[in-house]
């Protein structure tokens, strides 16, 4: 992949020729220089239009003071900024309003909120996703993410840790930490292919999102409130939860999670991924992903069949492949997902600890 | 770093959660850097840490093999840099401080027997007690691996070993563990003490099993009693088990009972030439370095350091 975007490629992601973009949106884009710098203004003119520009450069603030600024009613521009907010173009602050300074916060929130404007958005996110492929290896640095075995595929094990266990840990957010949000990479993809956000709608085989309210993305920590008042993000019982982990348990999707030992972030990846996880395991692997201190291995030679299904549903580059009739793992290339060992419909694949405990660092970052 | 990436949960830079770390916003390397040590410096002051391992009862059917699991975890944790408390209470078996390596000690409770003396606890014995705390009469020690004794019954018409276990129970319930301190205590054999020993004060019982139905069930037994005490860290090993694809029946027979174990010993001859030997396990013997691996996935499972 490269790192420059022709003048000729943003034109087909803008859907004409570039037009003159205001010192507003210009404005808006400061904050975004990490990734593609010439791209990140048509994003923000893609997603704000210009009042809406304009009210949000005068923040941080108050509608007040916004009004003030734009030369409008406080009332406008209370409804303007309120109506951004709910569309996670600006954040909702106790006492006021702000600016999201940071392009993947960015993308989070505009996609994981619920309304769209169908086809504004849908330029929004095929601008967004192109943006968001030049992140990988500059913006995550190695180590950042780490893979979380499914927990059903290693709970019998000796030395499993407490950051290993992310049902427990899913349950210990209960019960104002954690809400059911729509994934914002799934969305952003169903939206950039239909103008519509589809929850069914899923690229590959892991994810079977489908039978799944709102999609697998499972938000923890304090943001979970803001999900659930401002962008109407469900916050779930402990069966609803567990009814949750169960069916990703048993999905082909894979946990990550921030590289630590306190649970902080945590995605369910798969095939289906919209943006972020889709480029990196299209450039030459996942980069910033950490691997669990697991590795599958075939336990039981005399049950393999040699049917394929771990093959199939590995996301880590054939890590797992049929030779000669029979499921062989690659040490190198397993990131110890367990999703092999839980989809082996002959229970033939198991998990071992390869890895020690100072392997998931104490500290974050 | 994403929104949903921020390692405090907050939503935006000023939001709840946020402590103005700078990881969100660093457009450089450097930034980055010094943000994460930040919010590294953040997370070591309050991130709550799980309760640690304090007060381990090791458990099992008599003969299993517990004072071979006791002697070499305690040993290990020394090694590792714990400051190791062994309790004995197995009152008939004199083995534990020879496979310690350690001096007998003298008994807490120097005549156990209730008909001619009332067995008064001793004043030392009281609420908040450090290892420190022990007399060193009743200690027998070797760097930071120590042992105290219950009681030994040595005369077979000297009554009842009850007041022996109520004893060795009061210390257990007593000690009060500082960060880096361990106390092991090998109980009673058989099941049907459970609950009425040491293992009351206890935070982890490790049962001892062999490969057969009865001793399987007694974990189980076991585990099921132990959560009804409220001690919910349960786990097995299992000793003295012919070969791997046995280890296989024997781990998927506890994998399908949940629970929980930690690895397991073969036949080892080593075991059976030391205990006639009356000596401990040689650090460098497959058997002992075994159980010092079992020990380690333990800590890990619970997050706890090998300081050394």
């Not at chain 1, 094990?157 to 019960?175: H, K, S, T, Y």
Request: glycine letters at 10%; a negative charge.
């Amino acid at each position: 992949m490269g790192n420059v975007l022709t003048v000729k490629e943003m034109e087909a992601l803008w859907g004409g020729p570039l037009p003159e973009v205001e010192e507003e949106y210009r404005i808006l884009a400061e904050g975004f220089a990490a990734g593609r710098p010439e791209l990140a203004p048509y994003v923000m003119k893609k997603i704000f239009s210009y009042p809406e520009a304009k009210a949000a450069c005068a923040l941080p603030g108050t509608a007040k003071e916004a009004a003030a600024a734009c030369g409008i009613t406080e009332e406008e521009a209370e409804k303007l900024l309120e109506d951004m907010a709910v569309r996670g173009k600006i954040m909702k602050l106790a006492d006021g309003y702000d600016r999201i300074t940071n392009i993947a916060f960015m993308k989070d929130y505009y996609f994981a909120q619920a309304k769209f404007d169908g086809e504004k958005d849908r330029a929004a996110a095929r601008l967004m996703i192109a943006w968001d492929a030049f992140l990988p290896g500059r913006s995550v640095p190695d180590g950042t993410f780490r893979i979380v075995p499914k927990w059903k595929s290693v709970k019998a094990l000796p030395g499993v840790m407490p950051c290993e266990n992310m049902p427990q840990m899913l349950l210990d957010m209960l019960p104002d930490r954690i809400a059911f949000a729509r994934c914002p990479c799934r969305a952003a993809w169903s939206i950039a292919e239909t103008g519509e956000y589809h929850p069914e709608m899923f690229r590959g085989e892991t994810g079977e999102t489908g039978q799944q309210k709102d999609g697998l993305c499972i938000i923890v920590g304090p943001r979970a409130g803001y999900f659930a008042s401002v962008y109407g993000a469900y916050v779930p019982t402990r069966e609803e939860l567990l009814e949750k982990i169960e069916h990703i348990e048993n999905n082909g999707t894979y946990y990550t999670a921030n590289n630590g030992r306190m649970l902080m972030v945590m995605c369910n990846c798969g095939d289906d991924c919209g943006c972020g996880m889709r480029i990196l395991y299209e450039a030459e692997g996942p980069q910033g992903f950490s691997k669990s201190r697991f590795q599958a291995y075939l336990a039981k030679p005399e049950q393999c069949v040699g049917c394929g299904t771990c093959e199939r549903t590995c996301m880590f580059h054939a890590s797992v492949q049929v030779k000669e009739g029979k499921a062989f793992v690659d040490p190198d290339r397993c990131h110890g997902c367990g999703v092999c060992t839980v989809k082996c419909p002959r229970q033939a694949l198991k998990m071992k600890l390869v890895r020690p405990a100072d392997h998931i660092p104490k500290m974050p970052g | 770093m994403g929104g949903f990436h921020c390692p405090l949960g907050a939503m935006a830079p000023g939001t709840e959660g946020c402590i103005h770390c700078g990881l969100c916003t660093a457009g450089t390397r450097e930034a980055y850097a010094k943000a994460a040590e930040k919010l590294r410096a953040y997370i070591r002051e309050n991130v709550p840490r799980p309760r640690r391992v304090e007060k381990i009862a090791v458990c099992g059917k008599g003969g299993v093999g517990k004072s071979t699991v006791t002697a070499a975890f305690a040993r290990a944790f020394s090694s590792l840099g714990y400051r190791v408390l062994v309790l004995d209470t197995d009152e008939s078996n004199p083995t534990l401080a020879r496979a310690l390596g350690l001096p007998p000690c003298e008994s807490m409770l120097k005549r156990p027997d209730s008909r001619f003396e009332p067995a008064e606890s001793p004043s030392w014995l009281r609420e908040d007690l450090d290892i420190s705390d022990i007399p060193a009469d009743y200690l027998s020690a070797a760097g930071n691996l120590m042992l105290v004794t219950a009681g030994k019954l040595e005369d077979p018409f000297a009554g009842c070993a009850c007041s022996i276990g109520a004893l060795a129970q009061l210390l257990m319930l007593n000690l009060e563990l500082q960060e880096g301190e361990v106390v092991i205590a090998d109980t009673e054999a058989g099941v049907e003490s459970f609950g009425r020993g040491v293992e009351r004060g206890a935070d982890t019982v490790i049962a001892v099993a062999e490969p057969s139905l009865d001793s399987l069930e007694v974990a189980e037994k076991v585990k099921y009693m132990a959560e009804g005490l409220g001690i919910s860290r349960f786990r097995t090993i299992l000793n003295k088990v012919p070969d791997e694809e046995t280890a296989e029946l024997l781990t998927e027979y506890l994998e399908g009972k949940d629970i929980r174990y930690l690895g397991w010993l073969g036949q080892e001859k080593e075991v059976v030439r030391h205990g006639l030997a009356g000596t401990p396990l040689d650090k460098t013997e497959d058997a002992y370095l075994k159980l010092e691996n079992m020990l380690k996935l333990f800590l890990d499972e619970n997050e706890m350091d090998y300081p050394l």
